[in-house]
């Protein structure tokens, strides 16, 4: 049996909540954290070592790490950085609040757990970083730039940690998901509501069919998986001697990151566009 501990994040529902109850089967140490408190406590009452981590908070992020290094002994042999959510809206909507909030998750946050858990790993001598990205770290869906710009960025960092860290025994990975079961589309929509005025954009009608796909019920694209798929990615990526650097996990992800480097700038737009349904799919 595997002893080896792992921080992952966003564990509440989904990819986190999956990937969490895979790895403690096979025997890992999950610290399964959520930024609300009720999952943590759920996720206590399931049998996890749950800690409460905000990744909009630097408090909330730096006293998760000190409680986990606490009960680890200092050591830590991976992180997944999986927490994460989408903000919907065309781009000339989305105003300065919303893509900060965009990116205190995705990224910031992100970077910042990731920063403070790099020394114990270098103490140790090795460990493995973990990041969810997605397809759309590959490439550009409408009504998605927010998240799309986030994802970009993260696959920026995780690259270029990546070399910074090759000396070191730390290994770098990006998996990268599609379309997957979870309640992605429901935090989405709530991000949707909060920040977006659809009344008034030119991109209006655009809306009324991306709010239909964001409310309805069951799989809302082609090639939709459970999160298990994700789960046989992060497996290897955990305990293989040679990870690799990117698991692409769905059908779009394989398909779109051979289109983007076979094909001139405008057909693929063509193609993304369609893909992207004027924010119905």
């Known amino acids: 049996m595997n002893s080896k501990s792992i921080l992952i994040t966003g564990c509440s529902s989904g990819i986190g909540a999956c990937v969490a109850l895979g790895l403690k089967a096979r025997g890992w140490r999950v610290f399964a954290t959520a930024r609300r408190s009720a999952d943590v406590t759920r996720l206590r009452a399931e049998g996890f070592e749950s800690v409460w981590l905000d990744l909009r908070n630097s408090r909330s992020i730096q006293a998760a790490v000190t409680e986990i290094l ?8 991976a992180l997944l950085n999986n927490g994460a959510y989408g903000q919907p809206g065309a781009v000339e909507d989305l105003s300065r609040e919303a893509l900060r909030e965009q990116f ?12 403070l858990i790099i020394p114990s790993m270098r103490r140790q001598g090795g460990g493995r970083i973990l990041y969810i990205s997605s397809v759309l770290g590959l490439v550009a869906f409408p ?11 993260l696959e920026g960092l995780a690259d270029t940690l990546r070399l910074e860290l090759a000396d070191t025994g730390i290994q770098v990975c990006l998996i990268e998901p599609g379309p997957i079961l979870s309640r992605f589309r429901d935090n989405a929509y709530l991000a949707y509501q909060r920040h977006i005025q659809a009344e008034t954009s030119p991109h209006r009608d655009s809306y009324a069919a991306m709010t239909a796909r964001l409310t309805k019920q069951g ?4 090639f939709t998986l459970p999160p298990e798929a994700v789960l046989k990615c992060v497996i290897p990526a955990l305990e293989s001697n040679r990870p690799r650097a ?6 779009p992800t394989h398909l779109f990151a051979v289109l983007r480097r076979l094909l001139p700038a405008r057909w693929l737009d063509a193609i993304l566009r369609r893909a992207g349904g004027e924010g119905r799919r």
Request: glycine share 8%; charged share 20%; proline share 7%.
């Open 70 to 77: 606490a009960q680890t002994d200092g050591r830590l042999d």
């Open 104 to 115: 205190e998750t995705n990224l910031f946050g992100t970077q910042e757990l990731t920063n």
């Open 143 to 153: 009504y998605r730039g927010a998240y799309v710009a986030s994802k970009f960025a």
């Open 219 to 222: 799989p809302a694209a082609p």
């Open 246 to 251: 990117r698991y692409p996990v769905t059908v």
